[in-house]
């Protein structure tokens, strides 16, 4: 077999709450890695999905299917996606010998829908490691609708720092379909996660003087550790942002794979 050395590609797991854009950013970024002729695998570990639209290289569902733990265990949804999860895990060896025949110069991982699936069951940390905990780091989805409120965007600060402790993987967080705000509402957002400050007031005025004290000594404890602060917009839709995530990846592992060479020249050839 073989394993995850040195030369096992940097791995970009997609988070991010129901709907915030996962596996439709996996399908977008596999599209535009292809211009750059230096492809990006796509896995998908989402049992749930009802069709994806990218190729997957790795497919859970080729080993655990969704409406088959319905059936077989008389569960509802939401019940088979945690027992699925579980299931999974008991079967990390083999999942494990496929990731590994797998190679490739950057490999990004769709997750189950509800961000909890991914962040607290147990099954994820063996597939971090599975795939290799150094070279892996997570992108975080900012639903664009929710961020639209101050105590909504807060909300997704929070959380996302949640996942960052669980998983304890750089993280860094886009705004998702920023093609769905107007611009002022985009400007607006983005000045938010650059100036605590005027977060605290806009906060203030929505949420009162209590919940903005708690939830702003938190943010400012959270900044402090952050190893990429900040919020990037994307649109999958429009393909923007794509190239954002790939600086991220490179920034972490750069001197870790082939890909960097490759792609950095392929960004320098677009330029020009
Ligand atoms: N306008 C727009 N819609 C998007 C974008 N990304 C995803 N969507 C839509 O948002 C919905 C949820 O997307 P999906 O990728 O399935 O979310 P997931 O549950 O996080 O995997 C779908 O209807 C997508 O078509 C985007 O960049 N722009
Ligand atoms: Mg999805």
């Known amino acids: 077999m073989v394993g995850m050395d040195s030369s096992s590609p940097p791995v970009l797991f997609v988070v991010g709450t129901a709907g915030a854009g996962k596996s439709s950013l996996v399908t977008s970024f596999q599209r535009w890695s292809r211009f750059l002729e230096t492809e990006a695998i796509a896995i998908n570990l989402d049992p749930g999905a009802e069709r994806v639209h990218y190729d997957a290289e790795f497919d ?100 996302s720092s949640i996942v960052e402790f669980r998983l304890g993987l750089p993280t860094k967080n886009f705004l998702s379909k ?44 959270m900044q402090e550790f952050s190893q990429a602060p900040g919020l990037t917009p994307l649109s999958s839709e429009l393909e923007e942002g794509m190239a954002d995530i790939l600086t991220f990846a490179q920034a972490l592992f750069g001197g870790m794979s082939d890909a960097r060479d490759g792609f950095a020249a392929d960004i320098e050839h677009e330029k020009n």
């Open 60 to 159: 859970v569902r080729d080993l655990i299917s969704l409406t088959e733990v319905m059936a077989e265990y008389d569960l509802g949804p939401n019940g088979a996606q945690i027992l699925a999860a579980d299931l999974l895990a008991a079967q990390a060896g083999d999942v494990a010998d496929q990731l590994h025949s797998l190679s490739g110069e950057l490999m990004i991982v769709d997750t189950p829908g509800q961000v909890e699936l991914f962040a607290f069951r147990e099954a994820s940390n063996h597939l971090i490691e599975t795939l290799g905990r150094e070279q892996s780091a997570i992108i975080y989805l900012f639903d664009p609708m929710l961020s639209r409120s101050p105590s909504g965007f807060v909300s997704q600060m929070l959380l």
């Open 178 to 221: 920023a093609d769905l705000l107007e611009p002022e509402q985009l400007e607006q957002i983005l000045e938010w996660s650059e100036r605590l400050e005027i977060l605290e007031l806009a906060l203030y005025d929505e949420a009162g003087g209590q919940r903005t004290e708690f939830a702003i000594n938190q943010l400012r404890m």
